[in-house]
């Protein structure tokens, strides 16, 4: 924030309390706030690993321009209570330009907040709420933040009286007069930190988490049946989908395990209705064999997995981008399959539709790896673009005379007869089979089987979007999925001091586009591969598919810190270019 | 129906349902005598093959889809019933019949099998039950009794008491639930056509000797007998289960409730939905 002016554009800030002190509440509601004011912005969440309670942080980014990354550093941390606070020591960021405000009365200042140089205010949030029956600090905090970074009183007011709407009236007051006393506690203040200008909406905004639209982009592609089994981080698309596919005639099943999830999707599918499921690395893991089955009884099916911190139970509510091995290599048997990576939060949207797409085209299995740095975050973004990305498989559905179901044809795709075919009768096995589908354990029957599903996936046509290259230069950062958040900025910080970068990243992983890849990075001098995963499974990857330039290097980390903005740019600092003015 | 091709009706006779595939089975596999009766019944029900699928895991018992006329799906190992759950489910108007052995069914399927009974979803599950892993050449399954010892895998008998399909039925909550013999064509015939013309998830344990590992089950005819009645009375159905010698046939409950139907709501248009995300001021 520059501290010489009192507005900025771009404004970072946390809220940090114990369990129940509501600053995920807080927090969503400044965010919902600040977008009906017209701001863009990200909400970020960070807790401890208890259920309920606990320590909690509600960390927010807004803006006058779009925003999909939270910043290296903090312009305001409001703190309701010091509770467990230090645990947070590493991500909240704070220095001499920053402002606290923390109530008094709820615990000592934590070292890193006292050593930060932070400017220290006071609040008595919690005597504050004596003043005003029902009235709750966080309600108050809100006000005062709000207040403070200039959004319209109007809007935050709205936002919580929508927030609360089935509470009652009486709540409702409390709260309206719990954003006043914080309103007038600004006035206390030393400093003032606004938001500046107000972007015009030509469109209206959005407000998503990655996960809902992980769930709009498979109903948008087609999807009209789930079967799911809860895992953090991906339960919020499951949950999405229960709300939404009963809309749009389609259904939901909770099953009794993964194994039965994805076995169901493979049913429905089976049956012509496009099947997705949601879950993340342990669920994941137990799917790996019908995936399998898929590839062979060439059945479509999505799956999105919304990593952690892995292996085994690893960190369930953190990041990583550690399940590109097992998303691209985990299988028996040759059996390839499609994995796709979003790599924002409206993405999520796009590149989930279009995974529906390309495994209903292909038939075959199409894996999206989100991650929950953007599933769980919410944000303020332009709507995602319409494309017209459908789930249309090729059917037989005539002259069904001697009827094959895996024809060996041009393009390795079969034509599918679904029950209710009269003529098309067939039993889609797992076994290795003849073009009838008749088991055969024939060397050439196998041959024959095994290239038409390599055909099918090597002859498709992908298009473009099978990467964002951005930029040109001979120093290049290459990444996939959420890392591309903070490799954006990173990238955009560098060519605002005169550094000529290329920025690519890539979204359909397998199969990957080598030939366009390699062509991207003809020119390049240096390379900066970027990753969230500790054995730089990326990286281990693309030296497997292609030839990477020498001067090549890594920044490759797991999670559960995510990596940022700050981060890439060291790194880039860090290869000795020179500065190509 | 509307075209004139489709008004013709088709009348199928039990052949009609058999697949020319030759089966992979042991000449006297019990599972020729379940094959015969299925396509029996399905003629018998007069179901075209078109709107049948018969769903199955891996296993001897597993491999009879593709003997078949109608739509199968062989899947892998244990997972036949959410294979037919969400065909069943997303297609309604489908006959949906899941089949299998014992180890397919109870053991590395067992989870499924409970759920299934609980969740009932409109389809019938056939489980081929010869107290054996006839597949992977003969060790002991959950079914298989205590002091068998003719495994490798476990020479000196498993060491734990026998599953009881029924009774696990029973507990979990399956609406129908009947055992028949694949020797006694005709109650088998009737109890399966019982079972898919039922409203809800039926189950039939399937007596069905391997006379390769377990050539002693053809002693099984000789013991078999009819005795079940079919009951509405839960604790009826118990007290008929504590008599039983594994060997009654016949059905043993029957009590109708709603088949499981997803969630279903108002339609809306995708528009809609998607306005619920825009930013409200
Ligand atoms: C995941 C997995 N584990 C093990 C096997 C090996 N396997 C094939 S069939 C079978 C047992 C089949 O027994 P059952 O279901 O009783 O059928 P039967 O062959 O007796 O008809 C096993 C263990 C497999 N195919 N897949
Ligand atoms: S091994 Fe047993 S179960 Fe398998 S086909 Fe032969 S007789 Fe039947």
Known sequence: MN????????????LVGSGGAGVMTAGQTLLDAAAASGYYGLMTRATGPQIRGGEAAAILRLSGEPVECQDDRLDLLVALDWNKAERFADELILDAESLVIADPGQGEVPAWVGESGARLVEVPFDALTKEVRGARANTIAVGLVGQLIGLKGTDV??????????KGAKLIEAALAGLKLGRTAVDDLPQRQGLAGQPDQAEPRWLITGNDAAGLGAVRGGVRFCAAYPITPSTEIQEWLAAHLPELGGKLIQAEDELASINMCLGASFGGTPAMTATSGPGFSLMVEALGLATQAEIPVVVVDVMRGGPSTGIPTRSEQSDLDIAVHGAHGDAPRLVLAPNSIG????TTQWAVHLAEALQCP????SDQRLGQARAAIDPPPQCDWQANRKLATDELEDYRRFADTDDGVSPMALPGTAGGEYTATGLSHMESARPSASGMDHQRQLDKRRRKLEQFHFGDDWADIDGDGELVVLTWGSTTLPAREAVARMRSRGHAIRLISIRLLSPLNTEVLTEALASCRQLLIVEQSHGGQ??????S???????????????PLNIGPGDIVTAIENLDLEKVA | MNSAVEQQIRILGHKDFKSDYKPVWCAGCGDFGVLNALTKAMAALELEPENVAMIAGIGCSSRIPAYTTVYGFHGVHGRALPLAAGLAVSRPELTVIATGGDGDGFSIG????????????????????NSVYGMTKGQASPTTERDWTGSRLSPQGTHQPPLQPLELALAARAPFIARAFSNSPNELARIMTEAIEFDGFAFVQILSPCITFR??????????????EATNDRAAAFAALAEDDGFTTGVLYRAPRPHFQPDQREPVDIETIEKRFEVRS
């Open chain 1, 347 to 350: 993405d999520c949207v796009t």
């Open chain 1, 366 to 369: 199409a894996v999206v790896l």
């Open chain 2, 110 to 129: 067992g989870n499924h099998f409970l759920h299934a009974c609980r969740r009932n979803v409109n389809m019938t599950y056939l489980v081929m039950d």
């Open chain 1, 538 to 543: 990326f990286h281990r990857y693309l030296r």
């Open chain 1, 157 to 166: 007011e709205a936002t919580v009286g929508r927030i609360l709407e089935n």
């Open chain 1, 3 to 14: 501290k010489t002016s009192d507005t900025t554009k771009d404004l970072s800030l946390a």
């Open chain 1, 545 to 559: 598919r292609i030839e990477l330039p020498d001067d090549t290097h890594l920044l490759a980390r797991p999670g």
């Open chain 2, 215 to 228: 050539p002693e089950q053809l002693g099984w005819k000789k013991r078999v007998h009819e005795g079940f």
